[in-house]
């Protein structure tokens, strides 16, 4: 049986979709923008800080799930600008200590004119 997870500790989802989900002992986490949890507006600041924010987000949600970024297999990057790469993947390297499995791409668009959203799906 699936579990729900929706902690306070993250942005509320922004459509009809939980935070993550628990199955057969994986975390699938719902892509994150850097939105503040407290305020849901995209936090001040370029890639470096909108990049923290994400990553601080898919912490959150990753704990309320009793996982953890050390437990990641795969990643999933999208950018508004490919040309951000290099500062999101200096910000990225300091959060993730094992390397899991990522793609990055560079998209049209993201929700809320965000520069960044990552996903993840982790062991629990």
Do not use: H, W
Not at 93 to 122: H, M, N, W
């Amino acid at each position: 049986m699936s579990e729900y997870i929706n902690t306070e500790k993250a942005p509320a989802a922004i459509g009809p979709y939980s935070q993550a989900i628990v199955a057969k002992g994986m975390v699938y986490c719902s892509g994150q923008i850097p939105l503040d949890p407290k305020t849901q507006a995209i936090v001040e600041g370029g890639i470096k800080e909108q990049t923290q924010r994400v990553l601080e987000n898919l912490k959150a949600v990753l704990s309320a799930a009793g996982s953890s970024l050390e437990k990641a297999v795969k990643t999933t990057v999208y950018l508004s600008d490919m040309a951000d790469f290099a500062d999101m993947n200096a910000i990225y390297g300091q959060y993730f200590t094992g390397k899991p499995a990522r793609v990055t791409v560079a998209v049209k668009g993201l929700p809320k004119s965000a520069l960044v959203e990552i996903d993840c799906i982790a062991e629990n």
